[in-house]
């Protein structure tokens, strides 16, 4: 690891401030995904701020329905909250499909949806990689590409994004919350979290430099019966191959994101019309245009028929 | 350099450490208590299990630092030779290791995985969410799937937590 000095935040605004005037500066949470890239030197930051002592541990019922969970809620308390477990199933169900139990302890809601590619070319310094090193090139064009990409992938970058959490939260559109180091606040739909690769793999989200995650809100329960299928290579402590992410209503209409696809969680709300008529219609309208690998794309029939087998337990 | 206060097996440790230390860093060499291994120090084979306020979780990737008046358990505050923790003690009763290398960690996240379920936390085996978990060996093997064994004493392991479960507490 590279030296770096060490700060503990005191409120949101004064985190984001603090960020802003340290170059080189980045907030620390569960730590789980930041210290594994720092050992690696893939992230070398100059300064942390450790942001563990804010209170921003609570999940809150909203005043038109619907909750507010600080971005330091633990996956594990998310995951076990009675509401969340009632009235968003898809969401308990996608963290505990997540990681381990010691991990899920530790990491947090805004930690989560920041976490970056598991790309294995990414974590190998070694080899060039334009996430990791703008301009340098992607080495896994041309090398093995199991677990990349089939869709929203570019010319610069084929990785996906890890989480399985973001995959349930971008079926609920879920809302991010920031503060910026002026003190602004804004509110960004999951769908504009995340950003496809573009010329510009490595910038991942729509967030801003120093910007600051307070807060994942959720709008008033969908109801239907919700579903979180993760297809992995071992049974558990694994990260997605696919993902299937579904609220689904008693008329065969619903809602489905993907994980394990894309460099960002794949949601075609258009595609959702026709689920009524079956698996393989949704699948090749949500995966219209996939550009699939010689090695992952098994990825668009295990897509079709994860989703085929959500849809039957849906109905069943 | 820091300076940080923790509060390891019931006894205020003051340590100044560099503040790149990671907590397993921080017990193992200058605390000196080796029974949390390093296996992987990524957070991927589950050794460095101690529990923190109660809580299982991979020493070595949180830093010391981070973790000012915490309470940290470590297997070498569980029980002691002549004094075993029940589950260190099934351990030893039902095989539950090899080498032995994973096992502190083992037992770690399994005492803390039992908490775990007694304060009602679903898993991945839970069936239905909205109803408490049963103590099943399908349950336990899915909430102990952050401790890798390389030796595969995986049955025995299960057996141990499985007889440490069933007792009254
Ligand atoms: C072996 C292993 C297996 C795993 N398996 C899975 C899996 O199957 N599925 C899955 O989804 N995940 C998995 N994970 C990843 C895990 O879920 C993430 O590491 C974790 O969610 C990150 O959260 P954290 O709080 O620890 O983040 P940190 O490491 O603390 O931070 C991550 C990033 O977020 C930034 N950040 C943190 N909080 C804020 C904030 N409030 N505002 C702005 N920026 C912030 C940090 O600066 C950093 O850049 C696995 C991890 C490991 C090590
Ligand atoms: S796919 Fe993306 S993360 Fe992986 S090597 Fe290419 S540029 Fe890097
Ligand atoms: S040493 Fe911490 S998980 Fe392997
Ligand atoms: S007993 Fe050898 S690794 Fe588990």
Redesign the pocket.
């Known amino acids: 690891m590279k030296p770096f000095t060490y700060e503990r935040a005191r409120s949101?605004a004064e985190?984001a401030a603090a960020a802003a005037r340290q170059p080189g500066a980045?907030?620390?949470?569960?730590?789980?995904?930041?210290?594994?890239?720092m050992k690696l030197q893939i992230?070398a930051?100059a300064h942390l701020i450790d942001?563990n002592g804010l209170a921003?541990d609570k999940i809150e019922p909203m005043p038109e329905g619907g909750l507010r969970i600080g971005?330091?809620v633990r996956?594990t308390d998310l995951a076990a909250d009675q509401r969340v477990r009632r009235d968003y199933g898809v969401l308990s169900r996608?963290?505990l499909?997540?990681?381990?139990g010691q991990?899920?302890n530790?990491?947090?809601?805004?930690?989560?949806?920041?976490?970056?590619t598991r790309c294995p070319y990414f974590y190998d310094t070694a080899q060039p990689c334009n996430k990791r090193q703008p301009g340098s090139g992607c080495s896994a064009i041309g090398g093995v590409t199991r677990q990349h990409a089939v869709i929203g992938s570019s010319e610069a970058c084929i990785a996906t994004h890890?989480?399985?959490?973001?995959i349930a939260m971008r079926a609920l559109d879920a809302v991010v919350e920031?503060v910026k180091a002026d003190g602004a606040t804004r509110r960004i739909p999951i769908a504009e979290f995340h950003r496809l690769p573009g010329e510009t793999p490595h910038i991942e989200t729509s967030?801003e430099a120093g910007?600051?995650?307070?807060a994942v809100t959720l709008s008033p329960p969908l109801g239907g019966r919700q579903f979180y299928r993760?297809v992995?290579d071992r049974a558990s402590?694994?990260?997605?191959l696919v993902s299937v992410a579904a609220v689904m209503q008693r008329d065969g209409t619903g809602r489905v994101a993907l994980g394990g696809v894309a460099h960002k969680p794949w949601r075609v709300e258009a595609a959702e019309a026709e689920l009524p008529r079956g698996a393989k219609p949704a699948m090749a309208a949500i995966l219209d245009g996939a550009r699939p690998t010689d090695d992952n794309a098994f990825k668009v029939t295990l897509a079709e028929r994860t989703l085929a087998s959500v849809l039957a337990e849906a109905r069943g | 350099m820091s300076k940080v206060s923790l509060r390891v097996n019931g006894e205020v440790r003051n340590l100044e450490l560099d503040t790149r230390t990671t907590l397993l860093d921080a017990l193992r060499e200058h605390l000196q208590l080796t029974g949390s291994k390093k296996g992987c120090d990524?957070?991927?084979c589950g050794a460095c299990t101690v529990m923190v306020e109660g809580r299982r979780i991979?020493s070595c990737?949180t830093l010391a630092v981070m973790h000012e008046g915490d309470a940290v358990t470590t297997i070498e505050g569980l029980g002691q030779p002549g004094n075993l923790h029940p589950m260190q003690a099934a351990f030893v009763k039902h095989d539950g290791y090899q080498c032995g290398y994973c096992t502190p960690g083992q037992i770690c996240a399994s005492v803390a995985m039992l908490e775990e379920i007694k304060a009602g936390v679903p898993s991945h085996a839970t069936a239905d969410l909205t109803a408490p978990s049963q103590l099943t060996a399908e349950e336990i093997r899915e909430r102990m799937s952050g401790n890798i064994c390389r030796c595969g004493a995986y049955s025995n392991i299960v057996d141990a937590i499985t007889e440490v479960a069933g007792r009254p507490a």
């Open positions: 949101p985190a980045k907030f620390i949470a569960g730590g789980t995904n930041l210290l594994d890239l992230e930051p942001v921003l971005a330091l996956n996608a963290l499909a997540g990681a381990s991990l899920r530790k990491a947090t809601t805004a930690g989560n949806l920041l976490q970056r890890p989480s399985d959490m973001a920031t967030l910007e600051f995650i307070t993760k992995r402590y694994a990260f997605a | 990524h957070g991927q991979y990737l």
